[in-house]
């Protein structure tokens, strides 16, 4: 009879073959999502047989091996130290987007009144819901994820609740048409790939989520002036961008926001990412 460590070697191999870049992590994953066990429970494992019946775990692979994200296979995706659910309907959060959050609630922490913020495009509810759970006892932000997508924000809800972020409210909208304002924070990572762009990689997530007109700038250029008649003074904006797109996001701001302090920050690799905005607090007008 195989054991664990068997099992985990033929899958490995056969991810290996299909060009996975993480083969036996990949196959580690589903091998524990299928059993219900954890990786340190499948490590104790390793040396035993394997005596349970693995079409499904087969499956799995087979879908993998043709592309399928393993967050799309297993319905989880870890976003801030937190589980979060996706589904084919919403963007598989990814790390860097990480940094929206901690630059986030860092502006919201120095708030002392009830700050007004809103996650823009905010598919399974990542951004926001990880700002409410970061936050929990330290403001009392008014915190809103707003999405185009209904069949996103159902995974949202999904989320907010699992996660106990009850206080996240979501909306259905086009970008911030949908808002009153004033707020104090706007943070967005919105589609702004261009079609070119596109790459099996990226082949089973939803287009709608990854791609934006003119460059991949059109959602950025709608969004900007939006933020700016809503956003109090004092207030504050970051959004995820390309890094091909760092001048006109910078132009582009500099021209809708003239006295604000706006700056291009790198994420981890170096690329510039991040476009981020702070407008005075001697203009506060509200
Ligand atoms: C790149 S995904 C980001 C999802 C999530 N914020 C994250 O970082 O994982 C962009 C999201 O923006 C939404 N979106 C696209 N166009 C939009 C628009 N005009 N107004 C509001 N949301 C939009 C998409 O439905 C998608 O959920």
């Known amino acids: 009879m195989p054991t664990y460590r068997d099992i985990i070697r033929a899958a490995t191999e056969r991810l290996r073959a299909s060009h996975s870049d993480s083969p036996r992590l990949d196959a580690e994953v589903l091998l524990c999502h299928v059993l219900g066990i954890d990786r340190t429970e499948l490590y ?48 598989i959060p990814r790390p860097e987007t990480e940094y929206l959050v901690t630059w986030a609630a860092e502006r919201l922490r120095l708030r002392r009144d ?3 913020c809103v996650d823009v495009g905010t598919g399974c509810g990542a951004i926001v819901i990880a700002l409410a759970v970061t936050l929990r006892t330290e403001t009392s932000a008014h915190l809103v994820g707003s999405d185009r997508s209904l069949a996103a924000l159902r995974v949202a809800r999904t989320n907010r609740d699992r996660l106990a972020a009850t206080d996240v409210h979501l909306v259905c909208g086009d970008l911030l048409s949908w808002c009153r304002g004033p707020l104090d924070l706007v943070v967005a990572n919105l589609p702004y790939l261009r079609w070119e762009q596109w790459h099996p990689g990226i082949a089973f997530e939803p287009p709608e989520a990854l791609f934006a007109p003119d460059d991949g700038f059109g959602l950025y250029a709608r969004l900007l002036p939006q933020a700016a008649t809503l956003l ?19 132009k582009t701001a500099r021209l ?25 607090e001697k203009d506060r007008a509200s």
């Open 44 to 91: 104790r494992r390793l040396p035993l047989p394997l005596a349970t019946p693995l079409d499904r775990f087969w499956e799995l692979v087979e879908r993998r091996a043709r592309g399928e994200p393993v967050a799309y296979l297993t319905g989880h995706r870890e976003f801030y130290g937190l589980d979060f659910l996706v589904t084919p309907a919403t963007l």
């Open 114 to 116: 009830r700050p007004r």
């Open 232 to 250: 109090r003074p004092g207030g504050a904006c970051i959004v995820e961008i390309d890094p091909d797109q760092a001048e006109r996001a910078m």
């Open 256 to 280: 809708v926001f003239p006295t604000a302090h706006i700056a291009i920050e790198p994420d981890l690799a170096g690329l510039a990412r991040y476009l981020t905005i702070e407008l005075p």
